[in-house]
Nanobody
């Protein structure tokens, strides 16, 4: 079992920045992918970004490329999502996910991930 706890969400004006954190605990294998997804009201959950434990694999959704940066601190078992130039359409609940590689699917699909956090709300006002 892996437990994930997100933090760092909040209310920010358009153009502002936030940094989300995802702290993991439990049985963490040496190889994994950690991802961020988001779900806006009335919409499906969508992929935002992911990173491997080594940092070699990093992917972003087209909608956040150039604005969001994913990073990790292996010593703290924590992954971060730095969000800059925020837009009202970035408003959503942001979820952290942990994929051990045991499941099928692409890194951008929810099916790839074994464990999920409870989410943190990000609200961007115009």
């Amino acid at each position: 079992q892996v437990q994930l706890v997100e933090s760092g969400g909040g209310l920010v004006q358009a153009g502002g920045s936030l940094r989300l954190s995802c702290a993991a605990s439990g049985h963490i294998f040496s190889s994994y992918i950690r991802g961020w997804f988001r779900q806006a009201p009335g919409k499906e959950r969508e992929f935002v970004a992911c990173i491997s434990r080594t940092g070699i694999i990093i992917d972003y959704a087209d909608s956040v490329k150039g604005r969001f940066t994913i990073s990790r601190d292996n010593a703290k078992n924590t992954v971060y999502l730095q969000m800059n130039s925020l837009k009202p359409e970035d408003t959503a609940v942001y979820y952290c996910a942990h994929g051990s590689g045991a499941r099928s699917g692409t890194r951008a699909s929810q099916a790839f991930y074994d464990y999920w956090g409870q989410g943190t709300q990000v609200t961007v006002s115009s």
